[in-house]
């Protein structure tokens, strides 16, 4: 995912016209997008496999290893936010795969919660919205990183009410939360395409690896975005079985 063009004469120049910068932020966009889609088609491939064989599925489901993998992705998820400064840009990597592995293997019980044709239908209905919500972060110049306390706020607020709810299970707070995780997961998804692309130009005269850095850690972010968003779209339309 790095371009060989970019050496470190030129970000040591001290100076780079505004077509150049926008070239090279381009460019680590682009690779942003593609590592986040590499990351849905690992999480998808590990999902499927997973779904498709019942012994592994009786193993996962069946027993406490479900808990198990959930607090590994926790862990994964907290490790690399500590290490993003500190590691290398290829164990970022990693971490960033081994947790689609793991994310794809924990979901892959919608396969049997919902038909696949209505998963199918929603992921595609999602790719389509997640574009245009994705798009719009990126082409405004409107610094939308200044709405990012509320929509935390709110993300926050989601979390004690899911949890609540487990003890409560209020069909009526279900569907609230389930709008609610909508329009906060579209909140994210612009505001975090917004944040990548203000950091990619404001680090555009720093080394190669500070933009590697900022692109896999925009990768996780967008990731964490669609999936959330998929699965609250998919709470709302998605056909149980």
Same mark, same amino acid.
């Given at each position: /995912?790095?371009?060989?063009?970019?050496?470190?004469?030129?970000?040591?120049?001290?100076?780079?016209?505004?077509?150049?910068?926008?070239?090279?932020?381009?460019?680590?966009?682009?690779? #942003?997008?593609?590592?986040?889609?590499?990351?849905?088609?690992?999480?998808?491939?590990?999902?499927?496999?997973?779904?498709?064989?019942?012994?592994?599925?009786?193993?996962?489901?069946?027993?406490?290893?479900?808990?198990?993998?959930?607090?590994?992705?926790?862990?994964?998820?907290?490790?690399?936010?500590?290490?993003?400064?500190?590691?290398?840009?290829? &164990?970022?990597?990693? /971490?960033?795969?081994?947790?689609?592995?793991?994310?794809?293997?924990?979901?892959?019980?919608?396969?049997?919660?919902?038909?696949?044709?209505?998963?199918?239908?929603?992921?595609?209905?999602?790719?389509?919205?997640?574009? #245009?919500?994705?798009?719009?972060?990126?082409?405004?110049?409107?610094?939308?990183?200044?709405?990012?306390?509320?929509?935390?706020?709110?993300?926050? +607020?989601?979390?004690?009410?899911?949890?609540?709810?487990?003890? /409560?299970?209020?069909?009526?707070?279900?569907?609230?939360?389930?709008? +609610?995780?909508?329009?906060?997961?579209? &909140?994210?998804?612009?505001?975090?395409?917004?944040?990548?692309?203000?950091?990619?130009?404001?680090?555009?005269?720093?080394?190669?690896?500070?933009?590697?850095?900022?692109?896999?850690?925009?990768?996780?972010?967008?990731?964490?975005?669609?999936?959330?968003?998929?699965?609250?779209?998919?709470?709302?339309?998605?056909?149980?079985?």
């Amino acid at each position: /995912m790095r371009n060989d063009d970019f050496g470190h004469d030129d970000y040591r120049s001290g100076y780079l016209d505004y077509e150049e910068i926008n070239r090279i932020v381009a460019q680590k966009m682009t690779g #942003c997008i593609l590592w986040m889609v590499v990351g849905l088609l690992v999480s998808g491939i590990s999902g499927f496999l997973v779904m498709t064989n019942v012994e592994i599925m009786s193993l996962i489901f069946g027993t406490n290893l479900y808990y198990v993998l959930f607090f590994v992705e926790l862990g994964l998820v907290f490790m690399f936010s500590m290490m993003l400064m500190k590691a290398s840009v290829g &164990a970022l990597r990693g /971490m960033f795969l081994l947790y689609a592995v793991l994310n794809g293997i924990t979901l892959s019980i919608i396969g049997y919660i919902y038909t696949g044709e209505s998963i199918i239908y929603v992921f595609l209905g999602t790719v389509v919205y997640y574009a #245009c919500l994705a798009a719009y972060g990126y082409l405004t110049r409107d610094n939308l990183g200044r709405y990012l306390p509320y929509v935390m706020a709110g993300l926050i +607020a989601l979390i004690v009410v899911s949890l609540l709810n487990i003890f /409560m299970k209020n069909d009526y707070f279900y569907w609230i939360m389930s709008y +609610a995780g909508v329009i906060i997961f579209s &909140a994210f998804t612009a505001i975090d395409m917004n944040i990548i692309r203000h950091r990619l130009t404001d680090y555009a005269m720093e080394d190669n690896t500070m933009l590697d850095r900022i692109q896999i850690a925009g990768a996780l972010n967008l990731y964490l975005d669609f999936i959330n968003l998929f699965l609250y779209l998919l709470r709302l339309f998605g056909k149980k079985r």
